[in-house]
């Protein structure tokens, strides 16, 4: 890994550059009171005042909808074509994500590609650089630091910005992709001081449960009255799993155009609604949001470590920020841990 | 507080009630809490920071079905209760409705329809300042900057359904959007869908909507989907004055509703 | 302005009024444009919203609604359901800047068979002038991920729009 310093005056004009590369840049724009990754067209729109933005940047790789093949119907024979890899942007640099938001890439490609590689998945996975920056502040609802996550981890980023003081930044290259972003413009950089110690200018997130003891204790308690008592107040939307970066769940659906073709549709979905589960017989298996909510819960923190090796969560606080009601999972795992 | 909480837990240890939906401290702001027991119903708080409308949980029969029911009810959860008692969703009497009046003379427990209809005549509404102002600076945008703000606003939409489900008014057991023969609205996320989504929302709820906002605070882009109800009330109030007792503005008329735009 | 832009009119009609009263005109001889497509229906109270939405969504430039004269409804009272529900429907999509001009709501009886002729052609005429209704059939297509076909891309010229 290899360490630079960049200026805080050289950011902007080292995006432009990018830019003018002809790459897409995706990064947090400011509106109506919420901060929400966008495609922007000057990096003057940029803004970093937040702590978290609105939505992750799961999006960039796993669209909220996205056309997986069509079909055409002619004379008796159906022809189809498949997913076509050009409808995606050439090269996409996603500025400004957190640690949190970075380290979430993990849980998603091991998700989509566990078995076999999911084309679409992969396809956008290659066209992305991720360029995050440390957290230096937090806000109540964050946990990173509980599910092994850090404010200046470089899990999954490519480039990994670390505000120093008000004058510049930190830079840790940590792949090949980003070493590649940051080789062509190396005019912007400068050598980082050998004493750099970026910990101090890291926000101090709490630990708030141990996620180890936390599994131990989930698993153990499948038939327990914390899965019915915990989601009394759940209203059953799907806000928690579309804000959250590790989530994955999705819909196949039909755009069907008349009856000679359509497209085939892959939408996110959430595994709180009572209809992810329901058959057509009309039986549902996890037919009560107590079941639901245990299901979530039990996927991201013991099925995926068991299974993927890998946590569903990345302790980013959105599902808790989002929740209508205050389902505050940071403060509801705790209560597993006390059982 | 200390008021609700005594009277609460006499209901509960007398088996008056099975349940109470009220708040408790949340993270930030209250948030509700369904209490079953006395220890439950000492972490209960009622000031005025108690907005949400809990009216939504009860026609959740999961959590509701063949119990008896306690709620703290704000303003706007009075309203859609009312509401409710109207299209036969909650029955007279099953329901302790806990008020808190405008003029601080303490707690008021309510039980049937005209006395919940009575306060909310004399209880003054609270001002709706911020949505009319809303409303209004929408309405003075030349159409195509209104379409664009909506388009704007309405494309980052994911469909989550955090509207519908802290709506108290949506309580069908299945929703236009899961109706797939024919597939009405598209399920997935998509700028026109989006809006046709929203545009169904509200007209499900003319005449019916409290008017509590309770869909744009759930929303967790920040979406001003309460706006859209906003102009809603405001249109029905307008052209078929205000909404009263059984049956719903659409499925009623008068032969004398008056437009301008039918030649 | 592009003098070739045909519109596309879809036009919702009841059975018992206005479908007969556009028989009447063909019936009559009496010539109008030929660009409105006829859906006919029991009753304007079965015309659901959401058809309107539809119609925009898959290329129609222009609407028009119609059915029998108030207090003459085969069922006594569906034009009168409907007739609220386009007061509200109407001011919600002005509300949502959905063009509002582009939908002709009218009561044609079964003997206007004039009217209708007269209703179809001002109809085209004015959807004529307003240019193909792109917008909505952009946000129709409009896939996340590609927000910048919709919000960014500046619209093309009307004149390049394909048109029939």
């Given at each position: 890994?290899?360490?630079?310093?960049?200026?805080?005056?050289?950011?902007?004009?080292?995006?432009?550059?990018?830019?003018?590369?002809?790459?897409?840049?995706?990064?947090?724009?400011?509106?109506?009171?919420?901060?929400?990754?966008?495609?922007?067209?000057?990096?003057?729109?940029?803004?970093?005042?937040?702590?978290?933005?609105?939505?992750?940047?799961?999006?960039?790789?796993?669209?909220?909808?996205?056309?997986?093949?069509?079909?055409?119907?002619?004379?008796?024979?159906?022809?189809?074509?498949?997913?076509?890899?050009?409808?995606?942007?050439?090269?996409?640099?996603?500025?400004?994500?957190?640690?949190?938001?970075?380290?979430?890439?993990?849980?998603?490609?091991?998700?989509?590609?566990?078995?076999?590689?999911?084309?679409?998945?992969?396809?956008?996975?290659?066209?992305?650089?991720?360029?995050?920056?440390?957290?230096?502040?937090?806000?109540?609802?964050?946990?990173?630091?509980?599910?092994n996550g850090h404010p200046g981890s470089t899990e999954g980023s490519d480039i990994l910005l670390t505000a120093i003081g008000d004058d510049g930044y930190l830079v840790e290259i940590i792949t090949e992709k980003g070493k590649a972003l940051a080789d062509k413009h190396a005019e912007f950089f400068e050598a980082?001081?050998?004493?750099?110690?970026?910990?101090?200018?890291?926000?101090?997130?709490?630990?708030?449960?141990?996620?180890?003891?936390?599994?131990?204790?989930?698993?153990?308690?499948?038939?327990?009255?914390?899965?019915?008592?915990?989601?009394?107040?759940?209203?059953?939307?799907?806000?928690?799993?579309?804000?959250?970066?590790?989530?994955?769940?999705?819909?196949?659906?039909?755009?069907?155009?008349?009856?000679?073709?359509?497209?085939?549709?892959?939408?996110?979905?959430?595994?709180?609604?009572?209809?992810?589960?329901?058959?057509?017989?009309?039986?549902?298996?996890?037919?009560?949001?107590?079941?639901?909510?245990?299901?979530?819960?039990?996927?991201?923190?013991?099925?995926?470590?068991?299974?993927?090796?890998?946590?569903?969560?990345?302790?980013?606080?959105?599902?808790?920020?989002?929740?209508?009601?205050?389902?505050?999972?940071?403060?509801?795992?705790?209560?597993?841990?006390?059982? | 507080?200390?008021?609700?909480?005594?009277?609460?837990?006499?209901?509960?240890?007398?088996?008056?009630?099975?349940?109470?939906?009220?708040?408790?401290?949340?993270?930030?702001?209250?948030?509700?809490?369904?209490?079953?027991?006395?220890?439950?119903?000492?972490?209960?708080?009622?000031?005025?920071?108690?907005?949400?409308?809990?009216?939504?949980?009860?026609?959740?029969?999961?959590?509701?079905?063949?119990?008896?029911?306690?709620?703290?009810?704000?303003?706007?959860?009075?309203?859609?209760?009312?509401?409710?008692?109207?299209?036969?969703?909650?029955?007279?009497?099953?329901?302790?409705?806990?008020?808190?009046?405008?003029?601080?003379?303490?707690?008021?427990?309510?039980?049937?329809?005209?006395?919940?209809?009575?306060?909310?005549?004399?209880?003054?509404?609270?001002?709706?300042?911020?949505?009319?102002?809303?409303?209004?600076?929408?309405?003075?945008?030349?159409?195509?900057?209104?379409?664009?703000?909506?388009?704007?606003?309405?494309?980052?939409?994911?469909?989550?359904?955090?509207?519908?489900?802290?709506?108290?008014?949506?309580?069908?057991?299945?929703?236009?959007?899961?109706?797939?023969?024919?597939?009405?609205?598209?399920?997935?996320?998509?700028?026109?869908?989006?809006?046709?989504?929203?545009?169904?929302?509200?007209?499900?709820?003319?005449?019916?909507?409290?008017?509590?906002?309770?869909?744009?605070?759930?929303?967790?882009?920040?979406?001003?989907?309460?706006?859209?109800?906003?102009?809603?009330?405001?249109?029905?109030?307008?052209?078929?004055?205000?909404?009263?007792?059984?049956?719903?503005?659409?499925?009623?008329?008068?032969?004398?509703?008056?437009?301008?735009?039918?030649? | 302005?592009?003098?070739?832009?045909?519109?596309?009119?879809?036009?919702?009609?009841?059975?018992?009024?206005?479908?007969?009263?556009?028989?009447?005109?063909?019936?009559?001889?009496?010539?109008?444009?030929?660009?409105?497509?006829?859906?006919?229906?029991?009753?304007?109270?079965?015309?659901?919203?959401?058809?309107?939405?539809?119609?925009?969504?898959?290329?129609?430039?222009?609407?028009?609604?119609?059915?029998?004269?108030?207090?003459?409804?085969?069922?006594?009272?569906?034009?009168?359901?409907?007739?609220?529900?386009?007061?509200?429907?109407?001011?919600?999509?002005?509300?949502?800047?959905?063009?509002?001009?582009?939908?002709?709501?009218?009561?044609?009886?079964?003997?206007?068979?004039?009217?209708?002729?007269?209703?179809?052609?001002?109809?085209?005429?004015?959807?004529?002038?307003?240019?193909?209704?792109?917008?909505?059939?952009?946000?129709?297509?409009?896939?996340?991920?590609?927000?910048?076909?919709?919000?960014?891309?500046?619209?093309?010229?009307?004149?390049?729009?394909?048109?029939?």
């Open positions: 890994m290899e360490q630079k310093y960049i200026p805080k005056s050289s950011i902007k004009a080292w995006l432009t550059s990018i830019k003018d590369d002809g790459k897409h840049i995706y990064a947090p724009v400011a509106e109506n009171g919420k901060t929400h990754f966008k495609r922007v067209k000057s990096v003057d729109e940029i803004s970093m005042g937040h702590v978290q933005t609105a939505q992750s940047a799961k999006g960039m790789v796993f669209p909220r909808t996205e056309k997986l093949f069509s079909y055409v119907r002619q004379q008796g024979d159906v022809a189809l074509q498949d997913y076509d890899p050009n409808d995606i942007p050439c090269s996409t640099v996603v500025f400004g994500l957190h640690p949190c938001d970075a380290a979430a890439f993990k849980p998603m490609t091991s998700v989509f590609n566990w078995g076999s590689e999911d084309k679409p998945f992969s396809e956008r996975m290659q066209r992305v650089a991720l360029v995050s920056i440390s957290c230096s502040k937090c806000d109540v609802f964050c946990f990173c630091t509980s599910v980082a001081a050998t004493c750099i110690s970026k910990e101090e200018h890291l926000a101090p997130v709490p630990v708030k449960f141990s996620a180890g003891e936390v599994q131990r204790k989930m698993a153990g308690a499948f038939e327990g009255e914390i899965w019915k008592k915990q989601p009394l107040r759940c209203l059953g939307c799907g806000a928690c799993a579309f804000v959250c970066p590790a989530c994955t769940c999705f819909d196949i659906q039909e755009n069907a155009k008349g009856s000679n073709g359509g497209d085939r549709m892959r939408c996110w979905d959430s595994c709180g609604f009572s209809l992810f589960t329901l058959h057509t017989s009309g039986h549902n298996p996890r037919g009560a949001q107590s079941q639901r909510w245990r299901q979530r819960l039990l996927h991201k923190f013991c099925y995926m470590p068991e299974r993927l090796s890998v946590r569903g969560c990345t302790g980013c606080g959105r599902c808790s920020r989002a929740c209508p009601v205050d389902m505050n999972l940071s403060e509801l795992l705790n209560e597993f841990e006390l059982i | 507080m200390n008021e609700l909480k005594s009277k609460v837990k006499e209901l509960l240890g007398s088996k008056e009630i099975d349940l109470f939906i009220g708040y408790e401290q949340g993270t930030r702001l209250p948030r509700p809490l369904l209490a079953a027991s006395c220890e439950e119903a000492d972490r209960l708080i009622f000031d005025e920071y108690c907005t949400g409308n809990l009216a939504v949980y009860l026609t959740r029969k999961d959590l509701v079905g063949g119990k008896k029911v306690g709620i703290a009810a704000s303003y706007y959860a009075m309203r859609s209760i009312s509401r409710l008692l109207d299209e036969n969703q909650l029955q007279e009497g099953a329901v302790k409705i806990f008020g808190l009046p405008p003029d601080g003379a303490g707690l008021k427990v309510f039980e049937t329809v005209a006395e919940v209809k009575q306060h909310l005549q004399e209880a003054p509404a609270p001002p709706k300042q911020v949505e009319d102002g809303w409303v209004k600076e929408i309405e003075e945008m030349p159409a195509a900057e209104r379409w664009r703000f909506w388009a704007s606003e309405l494309s980052k939409c994911f469909r989550c359904y955090a509207c519908r489900a802290a709506c108290p008014m949506c309580y069908c057991t299945k929703c236009i959007v899961e109706v797939n023969r024919p597939q009405w609205v598209q399920p997935w996320a998509a700028t026109a869908s989006n809006m046709e989504w929203q545009i169904n929302r509200v007209m499900h709820m003319a005449g019916r909507c409290a008017d509590c906002g309770a869909c744009g605070a759930a929303c967790p882009l920040g979406l001003p989907v309460h706006i859209i109800a906003h102009k809603m009330v405001e249109m029905v109030t307008q052209n078929f004055g205000e909404p009263a007792g059984k049956g719903n503005v659409l499925s009623t008329f008068s032969p004398n509703d008056k437009e301008n735009f039918i030649r | 302005m592009n003098t070739n832009f045909e519109p596309k009119i879809l036009a919702f009609v009841c059975n018992w009024c206005t479908y007969a009263g556009a028989d009447l005109t063909g019936t009559s001889r009496i010539k109008y444009a030929s660009n409105v497509k006829i859906v006919r229906f029991p009753c304007t109270g079965r015309i659901d919203f959401m058809l309107l939405l539809k119609a925009f969504a898959s290329g129609s430039d222009g609407i028009i609604v119609s059915g029998c004269h108030p207090n003459d409804c085969h069922y006594t009272s569906g034009n009168f359901h409907a007739r609220r529900r386009w007061i509200i429907f109407r001011g919600l999509l002005d509300f949502l800047g959905i063009d509002t001009r582009r939908i002709q709501f009218s009561w044609v009886s079964a003997a206007e068979g004039a009217k209708w002729a007269d209703i179809v052609n001002k109809t085209v005429d004015n959807v004529r002038a307003l240019g193909p209704y792109s917008e909505y059939r952009k946000a129709a297509e409009f896939l996340a991920g590609n927000e910048d076909v919709l919000l960014n891309e500046d619209v093309p010229p009307k004149d390049q729009e394909v048109t029939q």
